[in-house]
């Protein structure tokens, strides 16, 4: 898996277009690795760009990784393939190098519900509701569909029961992971049991719009220690976020626009190494500052904020 990503969720501030030209750039400048999700709702234009730069031969399939992510709305199991397949459709593509459970919300909703409205059909977490859903997932896996799967925004308990029951362990956990998030009991618990971490939000996410932050979020790039030691190394605050998220072990996927920014998150990978110090005064600036919290998923009557980060620490199985 290439040790960088380009994120491809635009929010609602970037178009569609603009996005899928950010991949054209990001593929010319040399990344190889496109984190996509059908709910950022520019599949299709992405699909038309990986084909664009596929068929003028700058570079073939085989050496691209492209990610994407099974929606909230498509845990039911006969949903499972067929969203995979659209995904595919949009993305003009015959498989996908990694296919991700996107949130852990198994809640079953009555087909077409907004899944970010307070439904009736909403379900609380359920282990063995989510195990049906993997197993749709391990599916993929033997119809060629998807090379591998994996979860993203679980947390250490519901992995644990993940892979006691799953016969295809999940080869990544995508996870938040920024200099204010860092995660260190799961991050280690991660990495224990082979399972490879990828980073959302390398960078703190700086452009979120307000709506989704609350007043405890913090921005990274502004921190002091990370802005001394980005001026040491003559890097920007944003680009030593990803040096020291690569370093870590972990696989940061930064969104941007801006081929200038993408090639320096690009090259901080082969800058000079940060030092042992360095890596632990980045240690102590974790503000456990959480920044995609899941509020607009939660629902009155079904899963509730302690059900998704496990908060009492009970998981119904
Ligand atoms: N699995 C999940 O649940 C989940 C959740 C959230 C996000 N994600 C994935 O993670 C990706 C990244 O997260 P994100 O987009 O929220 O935030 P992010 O990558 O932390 O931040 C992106 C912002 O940083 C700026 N930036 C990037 N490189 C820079 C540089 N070198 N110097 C200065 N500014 C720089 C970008 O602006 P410019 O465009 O101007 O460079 C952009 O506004 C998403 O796009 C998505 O693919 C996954």
Redesign the pocket.
């Known amino acids: 898996m290439p040790a960088i990503g380009l994120?491809?969720?635009g929010s609602d501030h970037v178009s569609n277009e603009t996005v899928a030209e950010a991949v054209k750039s990001a593929i010319d400048i040399g990344y190889r690795h496109i984190?996509c999700?059908s709910v950022y709702g520019n599949e299709a234009e992405i699909g038309a760009a990986l084909r664009d730069v596929m068929d003028s031969g700058k570079v073939d399939r085989k050496e691209l990784w492209i990610t994407s992510?099974l929606w909230n709305d498509k845990h039911v199991e006969e949903d499972v393939v067929a969203s995979c397949k659209q995904t595919l459709a949009d993305l003009q593509l015959d498989y996908l190098d990694l296919y991700l459970v996107?949130?852990p919300f198994p809640n079953f909703h009555a087909k077409g519900c907004d899944v970010s409205s307070r439904s009736p059909d909403a379900r609380p977490y359920i282990h063995e509701n989510f195990m049906r859903t993997w197993r749709q997932m391990e599916k993929l896996v033997e119809l060629g569909l998807a090379r591998s799967i994996g979860t993203?925004?679980m947390t250490q308990a519901k992995l644990e029961l993940v892979l006691r029951d799953a016969a295809i362990k999940p080869a990544v956990n995508?996870m938040?992971l920024?200099p204010h998030f860092q995660q260190p009991e799961l991050f280690d618990y991660v990495v224990s049991q082979g399972i490879q971490p990828v980073g959302?939000?390398?960078?703190?996410?700086?452009?979120?719009p307000e709506r989704d932050k609350t007043s405890e979020d913090t921005v990274d790039t502004e921190d002091p220690v990370l802005c001394e030691i980005a001026e040491k190394h003559g890097i920007?605050p944003?680009?030593l976020c990803v040096k020291w998220a690569e370093q870590r072990g972990q696989i940061p996927?930064?969104?941007?626009?801006?081929p200038r920014?993408m090639r320096?998150?690009l090259e901080s990978l082969t800058t000079p190494k940060l030092s042992d110090s360095e890596m632990e005064a980045l240690s102590k600036i974790d503000k456990n500052c959480r920044l995609?919290k899941g509020q607009v998923f939660l629902w009155k009557d079904g899963q509730t904020w302690e059900d998704l980060w496990d908060l009492d620490g009970k998981i119904a199985q």
């Open positions: 994120g491809t969720f984190d999700a992510k996107h949130w993203s925004n995508e938040e920024h959302f939000c390398p960078i703190g996410s700086p452009a979120r920007h944003a680009t996927i930064p969104f941007s626009t801006n920014n320096a998150n995609i």
